[in-house]
């Protein structure tokens, strides 16, 4: 694996989650792999599971860590070729991602979405660049459409806690004060397509994500049809893709109760956090034996030392 921004990076992904399963049963088994090597996290936006449970993984591997808030404590980058930088940006990508290139082995970036410009979003401009203009491997830590290493964890979390062979798996959309990312719900559309399990999808009108992630996947626009039989409920709020980043007004009530869950297969409810604790989903979901939010964050560490393993094996 060279970079690690989608789950088309992967070129075998049984492969990877057999080391995953490995990362698993002995996390400390290639402590001496990365020694000497330098892992670079860079941060244009929060993050508290992804910046802890990768800096977690990559010391686990022996490898050193340096983190920075890029967007608070570096330059202003410019992303555009051939501007004359007169004005608020102050270094460009071409120098940043060449001059980090010279500290580190591989770098991780995460950069949310505008949700202001579909086109550039969906073009993933800010990590392209990365990659262009780095010398060194590029991992995502959730770019402007993907969030890989939570859908690699996910994965894992299905997998680990799956009763049979082909398990329901229903991806729903819920409410939330604000409009968020299509990061999450994609990626996990694009990680499941790829899984033996039987997936829904299911969210209010005017809530449909890019027909590039979720074409050949069956679509229940009626929430507790959905639900029903369902081994797995992944929750999760995005905005309008049509509607390009507005909040989808209106629909509070597709919030998770228990009561919801009733005609699910006693489900076990994913969410990849934070989440906005009765809005989202009812605490009595949250703080109940069905929720394995908590196991899903776990294996966030499983998958970036997965990760992080492939490209050091592969590098030469
Ligand atoms: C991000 C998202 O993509 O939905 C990160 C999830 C891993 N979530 C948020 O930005 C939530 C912020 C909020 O206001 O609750």
């Not at 570096?74 to 270094?91: V, Y």
């Not at 890019?210 to 507790?224: A, N, P, R």
């Not at 499983?302 to 492939?310: D, I, T």
Request: hydrophobic residues 40%; charged residues 25%; negative net charge.
């Amino acid at each position: 694996m060279k970079n690690f921004t989608s789950v088309k990076d992967v070129s075998d992904l049984n492969a990877l989650l057999d080391v995953a399963q490995h990362v698993k049963e002995n996390p400390f088994r290639d402590k001496h792999l990365g020694e000497n090597k330098t892992l670079g996290l860079l941060f244009f936006n929060p993050s508290l599971r992804t910046r802890m449970s990768t800096q977690r993984a990559a010391t686990n591997l022996g490898m050193n860590v340096m983190v920075m808030n890029l967007n608070k404590d570096g330059w202003q980058l410019e992303m555009e070729d051939g501007t004359i930088m007169d004005q608020g940006t102050q270094e460009h990508i071409k120098e940043a991602a060449g001059v980090i290139s010279q500290y580190c082995d591989i770098i991780g970036v995460r950069t949310f979405p505008s949700l202001t410009n579909r086109a550039e979003d969906y073009s993933e401009k800010i990590i392209s660049k990365f990659i262009q203009h780095a010398t060194v491997p590029i991992i995502s830590l959730e770019s402007a459409t993907r969030h890989p290493l939570q859908s690699l964890a996910d994965v894992i979390t299905i997998n680990q806690h799956k009763q049979k062979a082909k398990p329901k798996v229903v991806l729903t959309w819920a409410p939330h004060p604000r409009a968020l990312p299509q990061a999450v719900p994609n990626s996990f559309v694009e990680w499941m397509k790829e899984l033996d399990v039987e997936f829904v999808i299911t969210h209010p009108k005017g809530a449909e994500l890019s027909e590039e992630f979720t074409q050949g996947v069956s679509i229940e626009y009626d929430q507790q049809e959905a639900l029903k039989d369902a081994d797995f409920v992944y929750v999760k709020n995005w905005s309008s893709y049509s509607n390009y980043g507005q909040r989808i007004e209106n629909c509070e009530d597709w919030k998770i109760s228990l009561e919801k869950l009733k005609h699910t297969n006693n489900a076990k409810i994913m969410h990849c956090l934070p989440v906005r604790r009765n809005v989202v989903i009812d605490d009595e979901v949250l703080d109940s034996t069905q929720s394995i939010v908590l196991q899903q964050a776990s294996n966030r560490t499983v998958a970036a030392q997965a990760v992080l393993l492939n490209i050091l094996k592969h590098e030469n």
